[in-house]
T-cell receptor, first 115, second 114 residues
Framework: AQSVTQLGSHVSVSEGALVLLRCNYS??????LFWYVQYPNQGLQLLLK??????LVKGINGFEAEFKKSETSFHLTKPSAHMSDAAEYFC?????????????FGTGTRLQVTL | DAGITQSPRHKVTETGTPVTLRCHQT?????MYWYRQDPGHGLRLIHY???????DKGEVSDGYSVSRSKTEDFLLTLESATSSQTSVYFC?????????????FGEGSWLTVV
């Protein structure tokens, strides 16, 4: 079975500062990894994903994440935070079974951006 | 946005009453899912479907049933609602490997059981 741990349920950064949201996963087989963002009272929007190939993945809104197998990590970063980045972020993992991909989610990290 | 419509978007119901949530997709994706979101738990899979009339349980399936009679519709039923089922319910769809195993989410249905 797969699992995800997101370190820090709340992260606060100043506008313009680096954003770093941490995600560690557990999987016995090569994982597929995802980051989703959720704005208040909305659904989840895909930010980026890693399946195979290049380990540095770029997503929407200037976010990127790096798959590090040796550290079982998939941390999300953005060089310069913007007020509009305030939201909840979820890391998720699945594996390729050839059938339905069932995502396992972390508990989420709420990002606050201050002036 | 992926073509996913959830209804109703908000509902208040009484304990013991049946409730059905509907998910409708226009993407012709094979796989459909129901998740619930609760504070401190992230999203947890209730049931999923891998084709018409083909469904299976997720990690929190007790008290829920599902049906899929058409590719585009996936229904979630709470046979007798309890207060512990107060939650936000998200439908999701995926084309499997055809869509890079990406799962797309609907806008959510807020259910309150009083």
């Amino acid at each position: 079975a797969q699992s995800v741990t997101q370190l820090g349920s709340h992260v606060s950064v100043s506008e313009g500062a680096l954003v770093l949201l941490r995600c560690n996963y557990s999987s016995s087989v090569p994982p597929y990894l995802f980051w989703y963002v959720q704005y208040p009272n909305q659904g989840l929007q895909l930010l980026l994903k890693y399946t195979t190939g290049a380990t540095l993945v770029k997503g929407i809104n200037g976010f990127e994440a790096e798959f590090k197998k040796s550290e079982t990590s998939f941390h999300l970063t953005k060089p310069s935070a913007h007020m509009s980045d305030a939201a909840e972020y979820f890391c998720a993992v699945t594996i390729n079974t050839g059938t339905a991909s069932k995502l396992t989610f972390g508990t989420g990290t709420r990002l606050q951006v201050t002036l | 946005d992926a073509g996913i419509t959830q209804s109703p978007r908000h509902k208040v119901t009484e304990t013991g009453t049946p409730v059905t949530l509907r998910c409708h997709q226009t993407e012709n994706h094979r796989y459909m899912y129901w998740y619930r979101q609760d504070p401190g738990h992230g999203l947890r899979l209730i049931h999923y479907s891998y084709g018409v009339k083909d469904t299976d349980k997720g990690e929190v399936s007790d008290g829920y049933s599902v049906s899929r009679s058409k590719t585009e519709d996936f229904l979630l039923t709470l046979e007798s609602a309890t207060s512990s089922q107060t939650s936000v319910y998200f439908c999701a769809i995926s084309g499997g490997q055809l869509s890079g195993n990406t799962i797309y989410f609907g806008e959510g249905s807020w259910l309150t059981v009083v």
